[in-house]
Structures are given as structure tokens and as C-alpha cells.
């Protein structure tokens, strides 16, 4: 038998972003990306079992051997931030939007995510599985390889229910790995406006034990903000998630500031997701818990607002990774490397660190950085192999997919024009 089931030889460089153990990546070692020249990545049963200089391995010792002569090797992209599953579109709002309306002005006249709960209750269960299926595919065809999906576009229990089994069926049926996320606490709905408490006392006492106890989330998110949830509130949401063992993160501080920072912090969440309005203190608090600060450009280019404060973030030494936030009604795209260059261009985050960002990171957000994330031994062989001599050009030429393999579990699931060696 051979010692690799696949071979990836002769890389211009591999990637690794390796991280020797370390969670997430902050500060100074986020601009470290453990670049190996003309380098190679052997795979065996599904894990990484080799990576290196090209020059150690022997090309007869693979089944499979990839010529990567003048190309890239990234991990896969961790996508930890989505709500990709749902009905309806929203081109009409985004139609209104550009012509001068505010998203706010338009969650106020009943539109909004208001609208794409009324179609997502409505739709029936296979179109809803299908609709993301599609998603997915796209978000793989980008170098997405694991990506975070949150309900909260049902909003009442059997919705939001109905919401995580699809996501369920996703986890069975596409090659992505999907990591489910329970965002009951998205908007109060509008049958609960006059009696929030009733709404909130829905999601701790009947909707979290239930998906607790049908496993159909590893986490719980809660939308704090003016228009949704407040700190209290997001509090009283968090505990019931704790009490029931699921782990926590929150959209936080994205309008206001509205103590959703803290609040993650408070919680030693996961991560806290937006954080454009998140002050000095907050982000010393978030820097203690662990937490991974989670920005979302593609939100802020979506509805024409400035883009979050990177460098602040970075410089408190707070771990950030990006994601793409698809969702209809704030960034209608699964382009996970337009993120990237985004990042880059309009957040003056160095290449490294946006490499970083959506690797490593992104899986410490997910919880999965011991599994995914770098290219390192015994890790998940999740592998991106890019046509461009140097990871800089990937976000350099931008608007354009380089991308040219994809390889997911050790297997090749997206390949244009490789070359077997
Ligand atoms: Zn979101």
C-alpha cells in the first residue's frame, strides 16, 4: 500500500497557517503564515499525513500524484458566519435601498427580515433544502469548506424547528461541512411585538431545551441590538442556552453600541459577530474571554456603510476572522474571497492577516480549529489549490476566482485543468 492516497508536489508555495496548537491567531502571530516553497501536502485516509518541501517525498509513494508547479496551496476556508437557508428574495428592498432607504426604515415598514420569515414559513421543506443546496455549492466553488449556518427566519417553534432539521439534511447530503447555529433570538416577530417577554420566554423555555435535546445546534446566537434584543434580554437567552450545553455567540454592536460586546464576553462566547461600534473597554473584555471577533464587510459594502474598524480590533489584540454573513437582506453573496479583499482594500488588514482571518480563525469561531483551519499533520485534508504563484494575488486580482481544486476529506471535489504529475 501507498503512503498517500493523494499527493499535492511542487506547490510555489503551501499555505500552512499552522498554528503549533494555538486556538486562534491575535496580534503580531496573525501576520505569521508558515509559508513553505516549492512545498507538498500528502494525504492519507482523509487527514494530512505529510507537509513539507516537495524535495522529501517521493512521488511514486502517492496513488494519486497533483502537479502544483506555479500554484498555491491554502487551507479551505471556513465561512463561520451565514444564514443560508431560507425563501424568498429580497432585489425589490434592494431596489428601495439603493434609491435612499434605510435598513432600518425598511425593517420598520414590514419589510426586511420580517419578509423572508413570512416566505420561509411558507415554503415547504424540500425547496428550502434545495435552495441551499445550490448556496452551497457556490460557497464550495469559492473555497468555502466548512461553513457556520443559523436558523432565525422561522421565529416561532415550529419554524425555527423546521429551520435546523434542513439544516440537518444539508449536513447529510453536501460535502461542505455544516456547523449549525440556533438564532431564535434573531428579531422579536411581529405577532410578539406588544408582549416581547412572551417571545423571549418561547425561546429559553420551549425552543432552546428542544434543540438541546435533538442536538440541532451546537450553539446559540442572539441579535442584540436596537430593533431586536437588548443586553437584558440577550442575557436571559444566553443563560438558558448555557444551562442546556450549548455554546454561545452574538451579532453584536453592528448599528449601536449596544452591549452585545460585553455581553460576549460575559459568556466567553464563541465569537462576536460585526462589532462596528464596539468600544475601547469591550474589546479589552473580548481579548480575556477568548472570544473571536467576527467582521463582516460584505455586509457593510451591501448597505453602503462604512466598513467595521479592523485595525482597532486587531491592535487589542482580539483574534478576527471575516465571513460573508449571506443572507438576503445584507449581503446577498457566498463569495467568501471577495471578503477577503475587502478586507484588505477597505480595512487595511495585511494580506497575512486576512489569510488568517479566514482560516484558523474563522474555525477557532466554529470550535473546530484543532480539526480545521491549517495545514498541519492529522488535521482534516480540506485543501485549496489556487492558479496564482503566491497567496497576494488571490486578493490582489480580485472580483476574479483563481481557484482551480478543491480538496475536501482527501478527496478532489472541485478540480479545472489540474495536471497529474
Ligand atoms: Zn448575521
Known amino acids: 500500500m501507498k503512503r498517500f492516497d493523494l499527493l499535492i508536489h511542487g506547490a510555489e508555495q503551501v499555505v500552512t497557517v499552522a498554528a503549533d496548537g494555538a486556538r486562534a491567531k491575535a496580534g503580531a502571530a496573525m501576520r505569521d503564515l508558515r509559508i513553505i516553497p516549492h512545498g507538498a501536502v500528502g494525504v492519507s485516509r ?129 460535502v461542505v461541512d455544516v456547523v449549525p447555529t440556533f438564532l431564535g433570538a434573531h428579531v422579536v416577530p411581529p405577532e410578539y411585538r406588544d408582549r416581547r417577554g412572551d417571545y423571549v420566554a418561547l425561546v429559553t423555555e420551549r425552543m432552546i431545551p428542544e434543540v438541546a435535546r435533538r442536538k440541532l445546534a451546537e450553539s446559540c446566537d442572539v441579535f442584540v441590538e436596537r430593533g431586536a434584543f437588548t443586553m437584558e434580554e440577550g442575557r436571559e437567552i444566553l443563560a438558558a442556552a448555557v444551562r ?46 477568548g472570544t473571536v471577533a467576527v467582521l463582516l464587510p460584505g455586509v457593510s459594502l451591501f448597505l453602503n456603510q462604512p466598513m467595521p474598524d479592523a485595525r482597532r480590533i486587531l491592535d487589542a489584540g482580539v483574534p478576527v476572522a471575516l465571513a460573508t454573513d449571506m443572507n438576503p437582506g445584507s449581503c446577498m453573496s457566498e463569495n467568501i474571497q471577495l471578503m477577503g479583499s475587502l478586507a484588505a482594500m477597505q480595512m487595511r488588514m495585511s494580506l497575512e492577516e486576512v489569510v488568517v482571518a479566514l ?23 480540506d485543501l485549496l489549490v489556487f492558479d496564482v504563484p503566491s497567496y497576494e494575488h488571490i486578493f490582489y486580482h480580485f472580483g476574479v476566482n483563481h481557484l482551480t481544486m478543491v480538496v475536501k476529506n482527501g478527496f478532489m471535489v472541485l478540480e479545472k485543468g489540474y495536471k497529474e504529475a
Open 46 to 174: 482523509g487527514l494530512i499525513a505529510y507537509v513539507g518541501p516537495a524535495e522529501g517525498v517521493d512521488i511514486g509513494d502517492a496513488e494519486r500524484v497533483v502537479d502544483a508547479s506555479g500554484r498555491t496551496v491554502l487551507p479551505g476556508f471556513v465561512d463561520c458566519h451565514t444564514h443560508l437557508v431560507f425563501a424568498g428574495g429580497r432585489e425589490k428592498e434592494f431596489a428601495r435601498r439603493i434609491a435612499g432607504a434605510t435598513y432600518e426604515e425598511i425593517a420598520a415598514s414590514g419589510g426586511g427580515i420580517a419578509e423572508t420569515v413570512r416566505a420561509t414559513r411558507a415554503a415547504p421543506r424540500p425547496d428550502l433544502v434545495e435552495g441551499a443546496l445550490e448556496r452551497l455549492d457556490s460557497c464550495l466553488g469559492f473555497g468555502t469548506t466548512t461553513i457556520e449556518i443559523k436558523s432565525g427566519y422561522g421565529l416561532d417553534e415550529e419554524n425555527e424547528i423546521k429551520l435546523l432539521e434542513v439544516v440537518a439534511e444539508l449536513r447529510e447530503l453536501h
Open 244 to 289: 442546556h450545553g450549548l455554546r454561545t455567540r452574538v451579532h453584536a454592536d453592528q448599528f449601536t453600541a449596544g452591549g452585545g460586546a460585553e455581553l460576549a464576553a460575559e459568556f466567553s462566547a464563541l465569537s462576536a459577530d460585526h462589532l462596528d461600534h464596539a468600544g475601547p473597554e469591550s474589546l479589552a473584555r473580548l481579548r480575556e474571554s
Open 359 to 381: 482560516t484558523l480563525n474563522a474555525a477557532a469561531a466554529l470550535d473546530r480549529s484543532d480539526r480545521v483551519g491549517s495545514i498541519e499533520v492529522g488535521k482534516k485534508a
